[in-house]
């Protein structure tokens, strides 16, 4: 008797909402970030100048992070840290590729 085993083409899709979830709390773990530059209330309904934005081709993302840093901090040093949260926070929790995460430091909060 011979066994036949049907090949199944399936393709998992993770929705932009789980990916600006990810990309929400790796960005907010790092020491120096003060907040995002903006509230997110409801992920899926934010149109008008998110603090994070997402363009996805194909199977990889790019992601633009707006966030406010701690005003003792060096901009620099965060921002480097927010591009590698981020990008190795996506790649592990999703599969997915991150080409680049731009970050956009529009404030500074001074305590």
């Given at each position: 008797?011979?066994?036949?085993?049907d090949k199944v083409n399936s393709r998992l899709k993770i929705s932009d909402d789980v990916i600006i979830t990810v990309a929400r709390l790796a960005t907010l773990e790092v020491e120096g970030v003060a907040g995002l530059a903006g509230e997110m209330k409801v992920?899926?309904?934010i149109k008008n100048n998110p603090p994070i934005k997402i363009t996805t081709t194909g199977d990889t993302v790019?992601?633009?992070v707006k966030i406010k840093i701690v005003g003792t901090e060096k901009a620099r040093r965060v921002a480097r840290k927010v591009q590698k949260s981020v990008s190795e926070k996506i790649r592990t929790m999703t599969g997915i590729s991150v080409t680049r995460v731009n970050v956009i430091i529009s404030g500074a909060v001074f305590d």
């Open positions: 008797m011979e066994v036949v085993k992920f899926s309904k790019s992601i633009d």
